[in-house]
């Protein structure tokens, strides 16, 4: 698949890149306020104008939800058995906790399930796992890199001063109001967001440090015990056992919780210095992983 090797293409130029002598260590944080601050919040504008909301949406927008609160859940509980310190908790919950739905996802539903299974990725990235980094992931970012003096009214401020988090809000009103971007406006927002895959990935190259002495095999582990069987498995029952949702919309849900960690939960949970190391190492492993994954689960699910 063309993504995939444009995944380990990029990641391979950050890390040979990181090697060169001379080459800024700041070299990430710009990728990442150019990512955070340019290319998220046009991909944002640009592609939440034009969903249109129904009922029986809720599925597809409610998967990231449920595997994050489960995310949460799991490595609070497994804390004090595996001794992690807050700042590794909160890398984990944030990297296990959310799909790359956009740049994995979208690629392997539109093979698996055709157009209408890209239209539901989109809706499931953008007001699903997007809106879950925004809000959800900040404040987790919020509490755990600062727990010592931790305040709602901080954690909301970092919310809300979230630029893609901001631009989501605005192009909500937008897609309430009926509004929609002309050509010209489509052409520049698509521009502007086209580059975030390879800046993403790229930056995470530039970070990716499998030294032993910055390797948490243990935590790196349970990270994608969570991420690669525990998310699909938590979806499998709810939407298929117990709702009885074996459609094709059911089972692309399924999919979309056994892919690899969201690009955008890495960089968030390196800006917020919640074990960087390992953050990377999430979403650098856990997204060729899972691919094997995807056929694991989509062969099995043909039995239902």
């Not at 995939?4 to 260590?25: A, D, H």
């Not at 727990?147 to 954690?155: C, P």
């Not at 015990?225 to 074996?246: Q, S, T, V």
């Not at 399924?254 to 190391?277: C, E, F, Q």
Request: proline share 4%; charged share 10%; with cysteine.
């Amino acid at each position: 698949m063309t993504n995939l090797l444009l995944l380990l293409i990029c990641l391979t130029i950050g890390v040979f890149l990181r090697k060169l002598k001379g080459f800024s260590e700041d070299a990430p944080t710009v990728l990442n306020t150019i990512i955070i601050y340019v290319c998220l919040p046009a991909l944002t504008f640009l592609n939440t104008t034009e969903i249109h909301f129904s009922s029986h949406l809720l599925l597809p927008v409610l998967m990231p939800y449920i595997i994050y609160v489960g995310s949460f859940i799991f490595f609070n509980l497994l804390a004090p058995f595996i001794k992690i310190d807050d700042n590794t908790k909160g890398a984990l919950i944030l990297t296990a906790g959310i799909s790359s739905i956009s740049f994995v996802g979208f690629p392997i539903f539109e093979v698996l399930f055709g157009k209408e299974g890209l239209q539901y990725g989109v809706l499931m990235s953008q007001a699903g796992s997007f809106v879950v980094c925004g809000t959800l992931g900040i404040f987790t970012a919020s509490y755990y890199s600062s727990s010592a003096d931790f305040s709602f009214g901080r954690v909301g401020i970092n919310i809300f001063k979230f630029p893609p988090f901001v631009a989501f809000c605005l192009a909500l009103i937008l897609n309430l109001s009926n509004y929609h971007f002309p050509v010209w406006g489509q052409q520049i927002l698509d521009k502007l967001g086209s580059p975030f895959s390879f800046l993403a990935l790229l930056s995470i190259g530039l970070q990716i440090n499998f030294n032993k002495s910055q390797l948490d095999l243990k935590a790196l582990f349970y990270g994608l015990f969570y991420k690669l069987f525990i998310a699909p498995l938590l979806i499998f029952i709810i939407y298929m056992l117990i709702l009885g949702e074996y459609s094709a919309l059911g089972k692309l849900c399924v999919i979309g919780a056994t892919l690899g960690s969201m690009n955008t939960a890495t960089i968030i949970a390196v800006t917020y210095k919640l074990n960087p190391s390992l953050a990377t190492q999430m979403v650098s492993v856990s997204i060729p992983l899972s691919l094997l994954n995807v056929c694991i689960w989509y062969g099995l699910m043909q039995y239902f």
